[in-house]
């Protein structure tokens, strides 16, 4: 086996990082680790999430009209949205964020998303990933390009939780992986002693493979050593939770441990609901249910931390405002983002508000976008990041942000 593809296979380095890495990449872990560092995390549903019926405009009549069967039940009836400002609630599997809404650090952006006119999954979540919709040839994500920017030259300032590396981390920069589930600290080929000294006195040069295999094992050590090390103190002889919220705990006591992680991502699959999608009851509540556990506990692990972090919830798009004759809802347009975070000006609604009568929708059918999402990151990596603007340039070429979301 070529040596690049056996790093690439045993899983100690993405393909774009060991493309792309310059000769000249420098290892520096930091001596002073930073306890205030700033941290983003961006959690993607793929699929297309029912923004109206995650964050419901329940004093809308045109709403309850379109959705006979799925419509969520205003506040104070059985099964109701839970109140938010008056005028929105949120739907009720959700009720584990609402400290956070409580405490002014969760807030949404309604009628927000990408102006590209897509109804494709995979070339909407590719224009929300590299964050230049309608651009197909754009090669990197804007959160790799993000990690150019604020770079301290260490492998594992930046980790996505899945097999392989998604969209949004592609680019030159280096991103360190780990599984999600139960397998997130499993032992890799790479591991096993005699392979290990092997491949360390092969790849014992300055050419820039070499650097990169040295970047891609230092990173892995380090993230299964405080996996280990979180396992052992949160076990106490019972196994960590399964699915989202155990792949949130463990991401969340990574971040606890290393300060030198600044960005991770993580994403769930599961929104495409054309068929049965339920209202207070079905698929899209029992996703939010361990959507919203999940959140609670990244910010219950994060502790401390979260006062410094960032968490970012978006989809590819959202759904029709009518729902279709099989019970579900068909690609939309506008969408919802959560942003959440220690800083984060919440308990509001943000966003410029179209309204739902027919002649309100995007194309007579979906709710309208009034807020490009761009402008949601944007307002993130200025307010939060410190980013100024020519630093935002190179995170979203040709883009400037035309309305201020003051998270």
């Known amino acids: 086996m070529k040596r690049r593809n056996f790093l690439i296979q045993s899983g100690i380095f993405s393909a774009t990082a060991i493309t792309a890495i310059s000769s000249n990449a420098i290892v520096a872990r930091s001596t002073n680790p930073n306890s205030n560092q700033k941290r983003l995390i961006v959690i993607f549903l793929r699929g297309a999430v029912d923004g109206l019926n995650v964050v419901v405009p329940y004093s809308e009549t045109a709403y309850y009209q379109a959705r006979p069967q799925i419509a969520i039940p205003q506040p104070g009836k059985e099964g109701g949205v839970i109140d938010l400002d008056g005028r929105f609630g949120l739907h009720p599997a959700l009720a584990p964020l609402m400290p956070e809404w409580q405490e002014n650090s969760l807030a949404f952006v309604h009628a927000c998303g990408s102006p590209d006119p897509t109804r494709s999954h995979f070339d909407a979540q590719q224009y929300m990933e590299n964050a230049t919709p309608g651009d197909k040839h754009t090669q990197d994500g804007w959160m790799n390009r993000l990690l150019g920017v604020i770079s301290q030259k260490t492998p594992i300032q930046a980790v996505s939780v899945g097999e392989t590396t998604p969209g949004i981390f592609s680019g030159r920069m280096p991103v360190a992986n780990i599984a999600s589930g139960r397998n997130a600290s499993r032992a890799l080929p790479i591991d096993r002693t005699q392979l290990s000294a092997a491949f360390d006195q092969l790849y014992g040069g300055n050419d820039a493979l070499s650097q990169t295999y040295r970047q891609g094992r230092m990173a892995h050590e380090a993230i299964v050593k405080d996996l280990d090390s979180e396992m052992n103190l949160a076990n106490n002889g ?90 579900g809802t068909d690609h939309g347009h ?10 984060i000006r919440g308990g509001k609604v943000y966003g410029e508000w179209p309204g739902l009568s027919t002649d309100q929708l995007y194309q007579g059918r979906d709710l309208a976008i009034t807020t490009d999402f761009r402008d949601v990151i944007s307002a993130v990596l200025s307010d939060h990041l410190h980013l100024n603007q020519a630093k935002l340039n190179q995170v979203l070429p040709n883009y400037t942000s035309t309305i201020k979301v003051a998270l």
Do not use: C
Request: hydrophobic share 40%; no cysteine.
């Open 238 to 327: 019972a196994p960590l939770p399964d699915g989202f919220a155990g792949d949130a705990q463990r991401l969340a006591q990574l971040m606890v441990l290393d300060p030198r992680i600044e960005l991770g991502f993580m994403a769930l699959g599961g929104w495409d609901t054309h068929v049965n999608q339920g209202n207070t009851q079905g698929q899209l509540a029992r996703n939010l249910k361990k959507l919203g556990s999940g959140l609670a506990t990244l910010v219950e692990g994060l502790g401390s931390v979260y006062q410094n972090t960032t968490i970012v919830v978006m989809s590819e798009f959202g759904r029709t405002v009518k729902q279709n004759d099989n019970g």
């Open 334 to 343: 506008g969408n919802v983002m959560w942003v959440l975070g220690g800083k």
